[in-house]
């Protein structure tokens, strides 16, 4: 009730839930301020673990206050109270990127090729910025009513110029992880974000997962065969050698984000 109130205060009429975490949750709002719906991320800090209020908190808040591109998720304002809640006021969205695979089974390469040029046009900017995501995954890639792409959950989200400059935190989900982050050594944050896009890409066009995560222990080395297609997929031949490319097991033989521009499926 107390979020209601505060926020009915600040011109915000609090909708459906439509995201929750274990110390977060995402409301729909209608704003009289904005003229628009939009979503509002509740962050309960007293709820919330010390690494996550001392170090990954701030982090994603800072970003967030200097990023600016059509394709990631504009915030609108932040809002503190003394009560440890923080309100993060974003733009809305009508689904996210796995809702419409769901719906669809699979995307059409000719719908799926601007879908993914947004992607990689946000992550281009991101790391022009040295800005690293690390947490890049279907569920975190949000689509307006016209598929207009909007990346968000900057919760793993860092600054970081890559290569030399190593990470060491295991973070975002397995299955989009690369092998070298599931093996636990230092790795380059970009060429992280570049792997997620491999696997966004095939989960885009085939509806599936490129890797069996089930057993997360042995999936560096199932990460290190050849990718395998559904029977009855119709992925076109340059399709494939882009997935391939971003899917490249040494973080050294990867492509930088630059270099995904210039694939020819993209073209």
Same mark, same amino acid.
């Given at each position: 009730?107390?979020?209601?109130?505060?926020?009915?205060?600040?011109?915000?009429?609090?909708?459906?839930?439509?995201?929750?975490?274990?110390?977060?949750?995402?409301?729909?709002?209608?704003? /009289? @301020?904005?003229?628009? /719906?939009?979503?509002?991320?509740?962050?309960?800090?007293?709820?919330?673990?010390?690494?996550?209020?001392? @170090?990954?908190?701030?982090?994603?808040?800072?970003?967030?206050?200097?990023?600016?591109?059509?394709?990631?998720?504009?915030?609108?304002?932040?809002?503190?109270?003394?009560?440890?809640?923080?309100?993060?006021?974003?733009?809305?969205?009508?689904?996210?990127?796995?809702?419409?695979?769901?719906?669809?089974?699979?995307?059409?390469?000719? /719908?799926?090729?601007?879908?993914?040029? /947004?992607?990689?046009?946000?992550?281009?900017?991101?790391?022009?910025?040295?800005?690293?995501?690390?947490?890049?995954?279907?569920?975190?890639?949000?689509?307006?009513?016209?598929?207009?792409?909007?990346?968000?959950?900057?919760?793993?989200?860092?600054?970081?110029?890559?290569?030399?400059?190593?990470?060491?935190?295991?973070?975002?989900?397995?299955?989009?992880?690369?092998?070298?982050?599931?093996?636990?050594?230092?790795?380059?944050? @970009?060429?992280?974000?570049?792997?997620?896009?491999?696997?966004?890409?095939?989960?885009?066009?085939?509806?599936?997962?490129?890797?069996?995560?089930?057993?997360?222990?042995?999936?560096?080395?199932?990460?290190?065969?050849?990718?395998?297609?559904?029977?009855?997929?119709?992925?076109?031949?340059?399709?494939?050698?882009?997935?391939?490319?971003?899917?490249?097991?040494?973080?050294?033989?990867?492509?930088?984000?630059?270099?995904?521009?210039?694939?020819?499926?993209?073209?």
């Amino acid at each position: 009730m107390h979020n209601e109130k505060v926020l009915r205060g600040m011109g915000y009429k609090l909708g459906i839930t439509i995201g929750e975490g274990s110390y977060s949750k995402v409301k729909l709002a209608s704003s /009289q @301020k904005h003229n628009s /719906q939009v979503a509002i991320k509740i962050v309960d800090r007293r709820k919330a673990p010390l690494d996550f209020v001392s @170090k990954f908190l701030p982090r994603e808040l800072a970003l967030l206050r200097t990023v600016r591109h059509a394709n990631i998720v504009h915030v609108h304002e932040f809002i503190e109270v003394c009560n440890g809640k923080l309100y993060i006021v974003m733009e809305a969205a009508v689904t996210d990127l796995l809702q419409k695979i769901q719906e669809v089974s699979c995307i059409a390469e000719d /719908q799926a090729k601007p879908m993914f040029s /947004q992607i990689v046009s946000a992550v281009d900017y991101l790391h022009e910025n040295n800005i690293v995501h690390r947490d890049l995954k279907c569920e975190n890639v949000l689509l307006t009513i016209d598929n207009q792409v909007k990346i968000t959950d900057f919760g793993f989200g860092r600054f970081s110029a890559g290569y030399p400059e190593l990470s060491n935190t295991y973070c975002g989900s397995a299955a989009y992880a690369p092998p070298e982050v599931l093996l636990g050594v230092p790795y380059d944050p @970009k060429k992280y974000d570049v792997w997620s896009l491999g696997v966004i890409l095939y989960v885009m066009v085939t509806g599936c997962m490129p890797f069996d995560d089930t057993n997360v222990s042995k999936l560096p080395r199932i990460q290190r065969k050849a990718l395998v297609y559904p029977e009855d997929s119709t992925v076109s031949g340059p399709c494939r050698e882009c997935i391939k490319v971003l899917l490249q097991f040494s973080p050294s033989n990867r492509p930088t984000i630059k270099q995904v521009l210039e694939q020819s499926w993209l073209q």
